[in-house]
Nanobody, 126 residues
Framework: QVQLEESGGGLVQAGGSLRLSCTASGRTFSSNAMGWFRQAPGEERKFVAA????????TYSDSVSGRFTISRDNAVNKFYLQMNSLKPEDTALYYC???????????????????WGQGTQVTVSS
């Protein structure tokens, strides 16, 4: 069974850091671009960051640029989101997802990603 599983969420004070991990199983995702999304209660799922198949190219939403870093380790089929300088507005359920193609060109909305994890909760207190 092909699946993605997020971990590393939790409760942190504003200004703190968390590192989210996404572990893939069932098959390798080394040929897929990967992304992180988040969804706060009552809101739509929103794009956070994406990385291409090799890790050489990344892109971020304006709200997290400069604070979050996406990375991947294809050797162990894992993907990461390092989150620094966290703010209360970063509170959400965070999802990792695999894109159907290798690059991060074009639309990076949720419909461009075909495999999703169950999410990990991040709560930032003020």
């Amino acid at each position: 069974q092909v699946q993605l599983e997020e971990s590393g969420g939790g409760l942190v004070q504003a200004g703190g850091s968390l590192r989210l991990s996404c572990t893939a199983s069932g098959r390798t995702f080394s040929s897929n671009a990967m992304g992180w999304f988040r969804q706060a209660p009552g809101e739509e799922r929103k794009f956070v960051a994406a990385v291409n198949w090799s890790g050489s190219t990344t892109t971020y939403s304006d709200s997290v640029s400069g604070r979050f870093t996406i990375s991947r380790d294809n050797a162990v089929n894992k993907f990461y989101l390092q989150m620094n300088s966290l703010k209360p507005e970063d509170t959400a359920l965070y999802y990792c997802a695999a894109r159907r193609v290798a690059d991060i060109n074009g639309s990076l909305g949720p419909t461009a990603f075909g495999t999703w994890g169950q999410g990990t909760q991040v709560t930032v207190s003020s």
